[in-house]
């Protein structure tokens, strides 16, 4: 049955709700007003799609007025277009006090979802912080909604208890019209109790990603990236505790503030409590920032494991408060100052992501963090009792969670590497079938390799071409070889050492290998060649981007380290050292030409860093990496179907 209520709403018996509970579809503010007059428990307020102008004459701080009960939330939910877009209440124009949906102490037990805010500011007559909703109330659901481009995105006050967003979308909030006496951030929370889960956070303009003053913050399974200030900060309180699990926090370059996590901002008598941090990926962007720093006013005890700190820093800790620090089983990034209580760790150049600026922080197969982790963990709960703890969820782009798959060993980070899992929905199904019959390429070859945290490595001999030399240099060529300690496949040679050397203009005729690398940034990046020189005469190499030679002569080429085996040089003949300049981002091919016969090529590696010198990192995923390519030779073949019988499970 259908009939009007009052003005643009619409009153509906539906049997899918409790017993005597009403379903109210509204299409205008004024009809969402009335439903919220006289709604109650177990009711349900449904916003047809369209834009609903907030204007200050319509005062959003006296939209709510009633509470459900915890068996039988008021829900108000957004119905989708076909596209799947929301509901937009958009307050360009309007002077918003605090929040579009402002939510009183004794507006309690609310459910909604699917609805998105934009454009809430309090200039010029009120303070400059308003958000999508400002929350006093407890019991308070936000799920799989939208909030950006207000002055913060979410407010909540210490009046509030047991709020969740879930599966939201918080970004570019902040205030940034003028002077402003504070910092506004993506989240500004000051609950009892909050949870956030499956969130995807980014690009705080002004302040924070995430700041609490909560008693206790429940962080599970969240994308954090492109923040303006902190990353993620526990400004004050937590007196019972937080749990951040099963999260990525990357950090902006480009950030005023260096610090990743922040634990006290020096306000309210710093932050206390204990931080357990389990399975997260934290990954840096400079070499100043500090992945976990602490206030001397804060007294915080912090526990991680199973959690991914890499990056450009080896900066560790800012600690200047007190409190314990221990933890097992994390991946550190080379060179970091790992204080005593923490054991089983594990020291890398790079952990081995598929590609960070890419969005993809999962395993590629040959990373030290699979199968490194460890179980049995607990956490400091809310009530002070150590409760086991395990992460099940990761995150799934955008603004969801997937389980995290089991597999008897834990893996090291946010992700945990399953072969076959093409759609990264935590099984092995017909659902990644189909991905991997789309995919099929043959045996074709050529790899395209990814730029990720900062640099991009390959072997030699998995060049994407290799072309015989022609001209003055035919019968010459770069020949895969195996042994004399090279690493992965082997290395390549130009053969045969009779002495040769090529100069401009015939350098296009000498042999070449083509290396396709995607690289995510553009700008100068730095050439490193491990590799052995037989003599004097078989030290140098030509280089260039995109079919292009930079050197011209063995006076100013690559240099390859003499010695009695490969190793590492960054350096040209002239005592400059050999660069690429990208222009843009994208694919582009990176090549190298034989200059002198006799050089022989383990690896190459190119990094945007000046001051980075490498050890032996990881080779850098594919294109194809974590999707179909299970052995990862770069293509995708009757071998690739072969594996994925082997690892096929049926269901997620």
Partial sequence: MLRSVVPGVLLVVCTSLPAGATVYEVSSISGLKAALDVVGPGDEIRVAYGVYQVTTAQDTKHWFHNSGTAAQPIRIIGVLNEQGQRPVFDAEGATIDRGIFYMWNYNNHYVVENLEFCNASGAPYLSLNAAAAYIHGSDITFRNCYSHDNENGWFSTSYSDDVLLEFCETAYNGYVGGASTDLTHNHYMASEKLTVRGCYIHHSLHGQNFKSRCTHVVFEGNWVSDDRNYCWELASNNYRNSLLIGSVIIKNRSADNPRIIGLGDGTSGGTHGALTMINNTIVSAASNNEYVWCHSYSTVDLYMYNNVLAGPSVQLFGWNGSGSRSGSH???????????????????????????????????????????????????????????????????????????????????????????????????????????????????????????????????????????????????????????????????????????????????????????????????????????????????????????????????????????????????????????????????????????????????????????????????????????????????????????????????
Wanted: aromatic share 10%; proline share 7%.
């Fill in 330 to 652: 994390n991946w550190f990034q080379e060179g970091m100052a790992v204080p005593p209580g923490f054991t089983d760790s594990i020291f890398g150049e790079q952990p081995g992501f598929i590609h960070v600026e890419g969005g993809d922080c999962h395993l590629i197969p040959t990373s030290a963090c699979r199968d490194a982790g460890t179980g049995g963990l607990q956490w400091l709960n809310y009530d002070g009792v150590w409760e086991s703890c395990l992460a099940t969820t990761q995150y799934v782009a955008e603004a969801h969670v997937a389980p995290r798959p089991v597999d008897g060993a834990i893996d090291i980070g946010a992700y945990e590497y399953l072969r076959g899992d093409i759609d990264q929905d935590g099984g092995v199904d017909l659902d990644d079938y189909a991905l991997l019959a789309e995919s099929i390429t043959g045996p074709v070859g050529g790899r395209v390799f990814r730029e990720s945290q900062w640099m991009v490595v390959m072997e030699a001999e998995h060049a994407s071409a290799r072309v015989p030399g022609s001209g003055a240099a035919a019968g010459h060529a770069w020949e895969v070889l195996t042994g004399d300690g090279s690493l992965g496949d082997g290395y390549v040679q130009a053969l045969p050492d009779e002495g040769l050397s090529v100069s401009a203009p015939q350098i296009g005729s000498s042999p070449h290998l083509e290396f396709q690398v995607e690289f995510a940034g553009w700008g100068t990046y730095y050439l490193w060649l491990k590799g052995w020189a037989p003599d004097a005469e078989g030290e140098a190499v030509h280089f260039g981007l995109n079919g292009s030679p930079i050197s011209t002569s063995p006076a100013d080429a690559a240099l390859l380290a003499g010695g009695s085996g490969f190793e590492w040089l960054s350096q040209r003949a002239n005592t400059g050292r050999p660069s690429v300049t990208v222009a843009a981002p994208g694919v582009h091919t990176v090549d190298l030409w034989m200059c002198q016969d006799g050089a022989r090529i383990d690896r190459l590696l190119l990094t945007f860093y000046p001051t980075y010198t490498p050890g032996d990192p990881l080779e850098s995923a594919t294109l194809l990496s974590g999707g179909p390519d299970l052995d990862d030779d770069g293509n995708v073949d009757l071998v690739d179907i072969g594996l994925f019988a082997q690892d096929f499970t049926g269901s997620p």
